[in-house]
């Protein structure tokens, strides 16, 4: 599992993740559990893995120098 999600997007679906969390506590009724899909950005923002990403060939991870 090799690291396809960096920067800015990874910093957002952290955010996006944990609003999408915050509809369980907002929300009432079983709307409230739609909030629970913001476990799947959450999930992939904290291990900077996307598996779509690595279907569609995407890769926001910045390269690291092995030369150095």
């Known amino acids: 599992m090799k690291a396809n999600v960096g920067g800015a997007d ?4 952290i955010v996006a993740g944990l609003g999408l969390l915050s509809l369980i506590l907002i ?11 913001g476990l799947v950005p959450l999930a992939t923002g904290l291990f900077n ?3 779509l990403y690595t279907l569609i ?7 690291k120098d ?3």
């Not at 990874?10 to 679906?13: E, G, N, P, Y």
């Not at 060939?57 to 390269?63: A, E, I, L, Q, S």
């Open 10 to 13: 990874k910093i957002l679906r």
């Open 27 to 37: 929300l009432e009724g079983n709307a409230r559990w739609w909030g629970l899909v």
């Open 49 to 51: 893995f996307c598996p």
């Open 57 to 63: 060939g995407v890769n926001t991870c910045p390269m």
């Open 66 to 68: 092995k030369s150095a």
